[in-house]
């Protein structure tokens, strides 16, 4: 079984910054894609961003020039530094991976719990 664990997130006034922690934790043979998504109240889940294992990133227009997604594949982790914040970033931002736990076997996709950041203006 694979878990995700998530720290950060917050209250932070419009303008602020806050920093998103990610660690997958479990019988991992490899992890393709890894990132973070959010869902803001009566909206769809959306990406926000996500690396993936050739090295590429991916971004939401929206955040782009303000956010910046890390990853460290030794420790299986990805941070989410969020800047400039705004209040229609408030939302539920929930961790990802796409992780195979053994060679050649079938890839899962996997959830954290959802870490609250909300933005006042």
């Known amino acids: 079984q694979v878990q995700l664990v998530e720290s950060g997130g917050g209250l932070v006034q419009a303008g602020g910054s806050l920093r998103l922690s990610c660690a997958a934790d479990?019988?991992?043979?490899?992890?393709?894609?890894m990132g973070w998504y959010r869902q803001a109240p009566g909206k769809q889940r959306e990406l926000v961003a996500t690396?993936?294992?050739?090295?590429?990133?991916n971004l939401a227009d929206s955040v782009k020039g303000r956010f910046t997604v890390s990853r460290d594949n030794a420790k299986n982790t990805v941070d989410l530094e969020m800047n400039n914040l705004r209040p229609e970033d408030t939302a539920v931002y929930y961790c990802?991976?796409?992780?195979?736990?053994?060679?050649?076997?079938?890839?899962?996709?996997?959830w954290g719990q959802g870490t609250q950041v909300t933005v006042s203006s």
């Open positions: 479990g019988k991992i043979f490899s992890i393709n894609a």
């Open positions: 990802n991976a796409v992780v195979r736990v053994r060679i050649a076997g079938p890839w899962f996709n996997y």
């Open positions: 690396t993936i294992s050739d090295g590429r990133i």
